[in-house]
Each structure stands twice: as C-alpha cells, then as structure tokens.
C-alpha cells in the first residue's frame, strides 16, 4: 500500500482539509456561556420576588437613544396575507402573524403594543442603546427652530390661490435657485483657480519635466495605441 503525499511532498490524510477545533477554547466558551445564563436566572428571580421588571444590565457599549428617522406607517398591513410557521401564535415569544421585533424576538398583535414595545426600556437595551438623551445645545435648537419656520412658511406657500401671489412665490423660488447655482458657480471657479495655482507652482518649482495629472493622458492613449503624429511623409 503507497503513501499518498500532498503536491508539497508532505503527508496527507483523507480528513486532513477539515478544520481543527480547539476543543479547550470552546469548553471554556461553553462555561461562561452557562455562568452567564445562571447569573441572569438569578437576576430575574430577583427582580421577580422584588416586584420589578427585569432589564438587561448595561455593558458600557451602548449608545445615546436617538429619534428615529422613518416614519411607522401602520397600514401598510392592512389587507396583506403573512405566512407564519405552525407552531406560531403561541404568546408574545417567537414569530408570528403581527409586528415582530428581531432583536427581542416578540411579536405583537396591534400597533398600539408595538410602538409601546419600541419605547420600552427593553427594546432600546436590546438594539444597544441606553435609554438616555443627549442634550441638545443651543445651536442645535436655533438650527431646528429655523428648519421647522421654513418648513411651515413652505406650507403657506403652498396655500396660496391668487395669481398674483403664486407669481410671487415663483419668483422667491427663481431667486432662491439663481442664488444656490450663483454660490456654486462661486465655489467651482475657486476650486479651479487653486488647482491652476498648484499646477503652476509644481511647475515651477520642479520645471517643465512634472507631470500633472490628467495633463498628458490624451498622449500616453495615443502613444498606447501605437500613434506617434498624423503628419505627412512628404518632403
């Protein structure tokens, strides 16, 4: 019987692609996993025989809670079919037909308990926050106190039913857009002049040998594809 050898001369055994597992690293893993669920069985007798609601204690990882930035729309729901697994339906644990939160791993059967449920102190703990707001400063409050009057006196705009005034909304509206497209044809030309400005100074300093970018790329195409000039051989 012959000895197969890998294509690097080296033993090698049928089983040989399969990964190694270090069987003390995961023994380990598996302790502290049962440590942590006995300490957290622990924590919610407690604060059963206490009275209380239990809460997943703070790490030090989590963040500020923040508004969120997307409107809950409800009824899209409405008059749709979900499928849900047999077993489903049981309670508030696992998925089921509802509003099912991922991180929790409940679901709820109305929109009321669901938005109730996203507010709550475990929902925030369970997407990593820590329940608590930032202070707003005050340039904060006067940057969305000017946000909320233009967009209120963009609502009367929109109001408006006499000719008269509707032209005269258009036109705060042409002036406002001749204003943005005037700060940035502003900011284009500046952009420019410094980038012709640092072109000059290469050159200067370094003399007509630099190369700048984007200068010669029409050359080194040309010179790629094997064009030298299109001259004439004539004398």
Known sequence: MSN???AYGQAAGD??????YDLDEYAAKAKQREQDEKEERKARWEA???GKKYYKPLDGSETLTTARNATQDMSKMVGKTMLVPAGAGVGKRGRGAGFYCEHCDLTFKDNLQWLDHQNSPQHLRAIGQTGEVRKATAAE????IALLWEREQEKKREQVVSLKERLEVHKEREEKEREEKRKKRKELEERKRLEKEA?????TEYGEDVR??????????MAAMGFTGFGTAKK
């Not at 072109?199 to 050159?203: I, P």
């Not at 700048?212 to 195409?221: L, P, S």
């Open 4 to 6: 197969k050898g890998s």
């Open 15 to 20: 089983t040989d692609f399969r990964k190694k």
């Open 48 to 50: 059963k025989m206490a």
């Open 141 to 144: 409050v006067h940057a969305r």
């Open 199 to 203: 072109e000059l100074k290469a050159k």
């Open 212 to 221: 700048i970018e984007g200068e010669h790329d029409e050359d080194d195409m």
